[in-house]
């Protein structure tokens, strides 16, 4: 059946055109186009003038509005069948209100000049309008009068279950061990707790509960006593609080290093604490130490889950140029020497709270977290995706700390051993313990010491101070470039939370980036709840303070590990293999763009069907011209989008002098522009050059066979001459879809991964 017979034979089956004739729909059809649009996609947009009006062909979509405040709200569903942009044709009013793809939809976009002519004039068309326009304004009315409650937790940030009881977590170090136990009811009567081994003599624990806090010295003991000192130790806050094991459902293990093995964190298994054991060579201090805590725990509690929270997991989005050092690169393959980053639960945590304070998709957001506490670290979090993160292969690299030295010149490393005589654990000390706000001020790692000092005029501490900001400063700066823009700018961790000093002079001077700090705000945020707004109203960046609770985000992480790991056992993907396709480069045009590349009124002509039903490649080709170079014969696909774009591999990028992000189909916000070259004319696109993320297209069915939804992110393995593991891999989920796997040609090429082999989801590592 050709695109003309498709349309024709659908609009024969829309409610508003069952009195035409089959000559005036079919004359209707070919003076129309078909356009895509991707899920979260503007179809129509606030303030757009009213020129097209819409049938929606397949998918689903929303009519909603944004009120003073950004809260969004669904005024009106729309499935197959149904039309929009009716209300600013009829009116000659601009669009007013947002038409947003929920998922892939096909739309037929019939011109204004179309829908007077032909549509205004058959009466019964008018009155089915005018009923329908009756019915959306009433909706509006009642949405901007009576707007419908928020969700308690749309971002799912709380650690309410089903199942009721209480979840540990554990943070075992060398000299102390952290602890919280959080009950999944009762979300005010969290426990914390702090045992202080350093002193090989007297053991300190610290326990607290909201405002009350309990301490008690204890004689040394041996870890596997640990749930008998806690059990005493809580009791010190009152029966309410006290410590029982029967009543543990899910057990949480900060552990810091996960390398290349997690990005999520998981359920532990042998095989997991095998790794773990095994990546100790970049942390050699701390996973043993994680590693004898796990023990202990599972030997106490062995029918419940233990989850392994990894601090590296949420920077393995890092593409290859964010993470290699200068070094040659057998190092990084052989050995795993690369930047890995740190603090990604708090990072992560943060993200989604900005998300949820602005009332925003996660995935249309850049956001910068500052994460500054005992370990100081930055992160560039580009659409939900961590792109950059100060610390490297281990916590020392990065920030200036309150005792960690920060990036150094490595050779400084070299004349110390040489000139200076200094072992590798003398190294180890100076810039793990000795070193930062400690080493420069010559007077204590707390920042409020040295702010203290800094008022009364010492010159070091003063030093030390200005130091700490300017690298906050300079790498904030540095990641905006990174991203192309900010929205979000979020502080975070014990420093972060209470120095309004450091939050000013680390914004003072990005104005221009549009961050504007409220400064009587930031000076007497004082104690808060959560998170707090402190930039002024007008400010084109919210500027944040979020609330900071590592062993709480250890044991959020531990349910939705436990969550993700049962849909997975019960969806048994060992069973269900998934074709896997490879992308080549390929262009999306609109309207627009054809008649600009190929001439005036060129409709783009069918060469090939494509897997997905409903997309095929064109005869068309452009060539794809950059600031550097260009590339010929670029295949069209089709049909017609809203917006122009071009998917490119990693390869490519050094060709035409440009980079652009990895994003999912669609997400066009900052990417960089192109010059396209047709037979007839060129165009220069300001914005829509991605390299596109791995994805699974599948339809509702195949998604509930999977026990996956619309942008779940999975881990997929694929058999081939050697087993590969590609991990953040999005799904997508569309009842015109049908189930495959898409990598660009780079990784195909990599992996030695041909069209037609399979692959099986492994693990599921965010659900969306």
């Known amino acids: 059946m050709s695109e003309i017979d498709l349309k024709r034979f659908f609009l024969e089956q829309v409610r508003l055109f069952e009195s035409f004739p089959a000559e005036k729909v079919e004359e209707i059809v070919i003076k129309s186009r078909l356009a895509t649009f991707e899920g979260n996609e503007a179809i129509l947009e606030t303030g757009d003038e009213g020129k097209m009006f819409g049938v929606l062909i397949s998918g689903h979509a929303e009519i909603s509005m944004t009120d003073n405040t950004g809260t969004r709200s669904v005024v009106s569903q729309l499935n197959a069948g149904d039309v929009f942009g009716v209300l600013s044709l009829l009116t000659g009013d601009r669009v007013t209100a947002d038409v947003i793809a929920g998922n892939r939809c096909f739309a037929l976009m019939i011109p204004q000049a179309v829908f007077n002519s032909h549509i205004l004039t058959n009466p019964k068309a008018v009155a089915y309008l005018s009923r329908l326009l009756a019915e959306r304004t009433r909706a509006i009315s009642l949405d901007q009068a009576n707007a419908p409650a928020r969700s308690d937790d749309?971002?799912?940030?709380?650690?309410?279950?089903?199942?009721?009881?209480?979840?540990?977590?554990?943070?075992?170090?060398?000299?102390?061990?952290?602890?919280?136990?959080?009950?999944?009811e009762e979300s005010g009567a969290d426990v914390h707790g702090i045992i202080d081994h350093a002193d090989q003599q007297t053991t300190r624990i610290a326990v607290t509960v909201g405002p009350q806090q309990k301490t008690?010295?204890?004689?040394?003991?041996?870890?596997?006593?640990?749930?008998?000192?806690?059990?005493?130790?809580?009791?010190?806050?009152?029966?309410?609080?006290?410590?029982?094991?029967?009543?543990?459902?899910?057990?949480?293990?900060?552990?810091?290093?996960?390398?290349?093995?997690?990005?999520?964190?998981?359920?532990?298994?042998?095989?997991?604490?095998?790794?773990?054991?095994?990546?100790?060579?970049?942390?050699?201090?701390?996973?043993?130490?994680?590693?004898?805590?796990?023990?202990?725990?599972?030997?106490?509690?062995?029918?419940?889950?233990?989850?392994?929270?990894?601090?590296?997991?949420?920077?393995?989005?890092?593409?290859?140029?964010?993470?290699?050092?200068?070094?040659?690169?057998?190092?990084?393959?052989?050995?795993?020497?690369?930047?890995?980053?740190?603090?990604?639960?708090?990072?992560r945590y943060v993200s989604l709270k900005a998300a949820e304070v602005l009332q925003r998709p996660l995935g249309e957001l850049e956001i910068i977290s500052c994460h500054l506490g005992i370990g100081a670290s930055l992160c560039a979090i580009d659409h939900g995706r961590s792109i950059d993160t100060t610390m490297g292969m281990t916590p020392t690299d990065g920030l200036i700390m309150p005792s960690r030295s920060g990036s150094i010149d490595p050779a400084v490393m070299i004349h110390l051993m040489e000139q200076h005589h200094m072992s590798p654990e003398q190294l180890s000390t100076l810039v793990n313990s000795e070193s930062g706000l400690k080493g420069i001020s010559g007077i204590s790692s707390d920042i409020r010491d040295i702010e203290a000092a800094a008022a009364e005029g010492h010159h070091r501490a003063l030093l030390a101070h200005k130091a700490y900001c300017y690298q906050v400063r300079k790498n904030i700066g540095a990641y905006v470039a990174a991203m192309g823009g900010i929205d979000v700018l979020?502080?975070?961790?014990?420093?972060?939370?209470?120095?309004?000093?450091?939050?000013?002079?680390?914004?003072?001077?990005?104005?221009?980036?549009?961050?504007?700090?409220?400064?009587?705000?930031?000076?007497?945020?004082?104690?808060?709840?959560?998170?707090?707004?402190?930039?002024?109203?007008d400010s084109p960046v919210t500027v944040l303070v979020v609330a900071n609770d590592d062993e709480r985000l250890v044991a959020w992480e531990t349910l939705r590990a436990i969550e993700r790991n049962a849909l997975l056992v019960a969806a048994k993907p060992e069973d269900l293999p998934i074709p896997v396709e490879i992308s080549a480069h390929h262009v999306h045009l609109s309207q627009a763009d054809v008649e600009a590349l190929f001439g005036p009124g060129h409709q783009l002509t069918p060469?090939?069907?494509?897997?997905?039903?409903?997309?095929?490649?064109?005869?068309?080709q452009v060539h794809l011209v950059g600031p550097k170079g260009r590339i010929a014969k670029v295949r069209v696909l089709g049909p017609t989008r809203k917006e122009t774009q071009v998917e490119i591999a990693m390869t490519e990028q050094f060709k035409l002098g440009i980079q652009p992000p990895i994003r999912q189909s669609g997400d066009l916000t900052g990417?960089?522009?192109?010059?396209?070259?047709?037979?007839?004319?060129?165009?220069?696109?300001?914005?829509?050059?991605?390299?596109?993320?791995?994805?699974?297209?599948m339809t509702p069915e195949d998604a509930m066979r999977f026990h996956v939804r619309d942008n779940t992110v999975v881990r997929v393995r694929i058999e081939g001459e050697r087993q590969l593991i590609f991990g953040d891999v999005v799904v997508r989920v569309n009842p015109a879809f049908r189930l495959a796997m898409h990598i660009d040609t780079d990784e195909g090429n990599a992996g030695n991964i041909q069209t037609g082999m399979l692959g099986y989801i492994e693990e599921i590592q965010n659900r969306g």
């Open 216 to 347: 008690m010295e204890h004689a040394p003991f041996k870890l596997s006593d640990l749930f008998k000192v806690m059990q005493e130790a809580t009791a010190l806050l009152g029966p309410a609080f006290t410590f029982h094991p029967e009543d543990v459902t899910a057990v949480g293990h900060r552990v810091v290093h996960g390398g290349n093995k997690f990005s999520s964190s998981v359920v532990i298994t042998p095989a997991v604490i095998a790794d773990i054991e095994e990546l100790a060579v970049f942390a050699p201090l701390h996973n043993p130490a994680n590693v004898a805590g796990i023990r202990v725990a599972q030997k106490v509690f062995p029918n419940v889950p233990h989850v392994a929270v990894f601090d590296t997991a949420f920077h393995q989005t890092l593409a290859p140029y964010a993470y290699l050092y200068g070094l040659p690169y057998e190092l990084y393959k052989q050995h795993g020497i690369r930047r890995y980053g740190f603090h990604g639960t708090s990072h």
């Open 607 to 620: 060469k090939s069907e494509l897997s997905q039903p409903g997309q095929f490649a064109c005869e068309e």
């Open 671 to 697: 990417t960089p522009g192109i010059t396209l070259e047709g037979p007839y004319g060129s165009t220069t696109i300001e914005r829509g050059v991605i390299c596109a993320q791995r994805h699974i297209h």
């Open 154 to 184: 749309p971002y799912a940030l709380s650690l309410h279950t089903n199942q009721p009881g209480k979840v540990i977590v554990l943070n075992v170090g060398i000299s102390q061990i952290h602890f919280g136990i959080y009950d999944t």
């Open 490 to 537: 979020a502080f975070t961790g014990d420093v972060g939370e209470t120095s309004a000093t450091v939050r000013s002079l680390a914004c003072q001077g990005l104005e221009f980036m549009g961050i504007k700090l409220d400064e009587e705000k930031n000076r007497n945020l004082g104690r808060f709840d959560d998170f707090a707004v402190i930039s002024t109203d």
